[in-house]
């Protein structure tokens, strides 16, 4: 048998010498046999490929520029604008409260009232000592006032002048001392009134009348929050920061003429917030470990639908992007080190790998930022059916992207 590289039919083969028999064959005979089995079979492969087999049917779409507008998706968490946890300033009993549950307070409204009978007596005794100070003064005043001269004629002696002299700013300086007992017995009596500091919606009874507080304890007896406005707190990672920054500097991200963009709510049912917040504040710190950073927004919040601790998406409108590129997220594929590609139709209805780089998904789309060019037809449908250079049937995706072209 000669050495060739064609395909032998069985007639061919016969007229070769080769005789395939049920008769037992020797071992060298009959790897000879298998060899050519398998020759045979591959070549019936071949030649099936030569016969044409029908190209396979694929969906595509024809991308082409056209404008989308684009926004930042971060998840959060609702703050408060203020809260103050109140805790008393004076040890004592809770006589009496004085407000409803869950109502609006004002600043400076009455919440407690602690027994003030110890308070109140050192108040007064504080009182009496100022007056008892004050008396003794205008003793010491007096006769000082009477020295004064005699001590210009030295008809007394200049010690018992300078003595006189002490024992009168003595008395001034415990006149000062009485008044400031007096002042800090006055506070501590004002604290037995416990008021709220702040204006906003006070919580649940913490304590209640009976109960014995102390001054400086840890547990609050009351948490008034203000609620409108409210905060929202969202991490940011330092590399869209800078991008962000770059938009508005571009002018491609409309600020709100303080250098911040807009920002809008997704609260956790999938309901839109209907009222448009501000950013307020960036921190100046980038977290190491994490490679973020903290932005805070700003919400109107007149109906107290938004509570301290609630999880929202905050939105961050980044404006219009007039001829952007994108193709659809099932069209892109990634390769053995992670990669991103397409799978195009050239003119010839021949397939080829198209690497890309991407950026965001915007409306179920990712952006294409390098890799692709108007007109071409990216593979959405049957990419498991068809391999590099094979030729497919074409059909336009029914859901294809609008675009300026259309």
């Not at 061919?12 to 790897?31: D, K, W």
């Not at 396979?56 to 082409?64: G, L, S």
């Not at 919440?111 to 000592?129: G, V």
């Not at 006032?145 to 010690?159: D, E, G, I, K, N």
């Amino acid at each position: 048998m000669h050495d060739r590289t064609v395909c032998l039919s069985a007639t061919q083969l016969r007229a070769e010498g080769v005789i395939f028999s049920r008769v037992a064959v020797s071992g060298p005979a009959l790897l000879l046999s298998l060899g050519l089995v398998a020759g045979l079979t591959g070549c019936k492969q071949k030649a099936a490929e030569q016969q044409g087999m029908p190209p396979q049917p694929v969906e595509v779409v024809t991308i082409h520029p056209h404008p989308i507008h684009t926004q930042t998706v971060l998840p959060g968490r609702t703050d408060a604008y203020e809260q103050a946890q109140i805790r008393p300033q004076v040890s004592g009993m809770i006589l009496t409260r004085s407000f409803k549950q869950g109502s609006d307070m004002h600043e400076g409204d009455l919440l407690y009232k602690i027994n003030p009978a110890p308070y109140q007596a050192t108040y007064d005794r504080a009182k009496a000592a100022l007056l008892q100070a004050q008396a003794a003064a205008v003793s010491i005043e007096a006769q000082l006032r009477r020295y004064r001269p005699l001590a210009t004629a030295h008809a007394v002696s200049s010690q018992d002048y300078d003595n006189t002299l002490s024992q009168a700013r003595q008395a001034e300086a415990q006149i000062a001392q009485a008044k400031a007992n007096v002042a800090s017995a006055k506070v501590n009596l004002d604290w037995t009134e416990v008021r709220s500091p702040i204006d906003g919606r006070i919580g649940r009874m913490l304590v209640t009348p009976g109960s014995l507080v102390t001054a400086g304890q840890t547990a609050p007896i009351a948490v008034v929050t203000r609620l409108d406005p409210i905060y929202v707190d969202v991490n940011l990672a330092d590399v869209d920061m800078l991008r962000l920054r770059r938009e508005m500097a571009q002018g491609q991200i409309k600020g709100n003429g303080k250098g911040m963009p807009p920002v809008t709510l997704e609260l956790d049912d999938g309901s839109t917030y209907p009222r448009t917040g501000e950013l307020r504040l960036a921190e100046v710190t980038v977290d190491p470990a994490t490679g973020t950073l903290v932005l805070r927004a700003e919400f109107p919040n007149p109906d107290k639908l938004l509570l301290p601790g609630m999880f929202v998406h905050a939105r961050i409108d980044e404006g219009e992007i007039p001829d952007a590129l994108t193709v659809p997220q099932v069209a892109l594929q990634r390769d053995s080190k992670g990669n991103p590609q397409v799978l195009v139709v050239g003119q010839d209805s021949k397939v080829a790998i198209r690497p890309v780089r991407v950026g965001r998904i915007v409306d179920q789309s990712w952006q294409v930022l390098d890799g692709l060019k108007d007109g071409d037809r990216v593979i959405v449908n049957g990419l498991q059916k068809v391999r590099p250079g094979a030729k497919v049937k074409v059909t336009e995706a029914a859901d294809a992207p609008q675009s300026k072209a259309d």
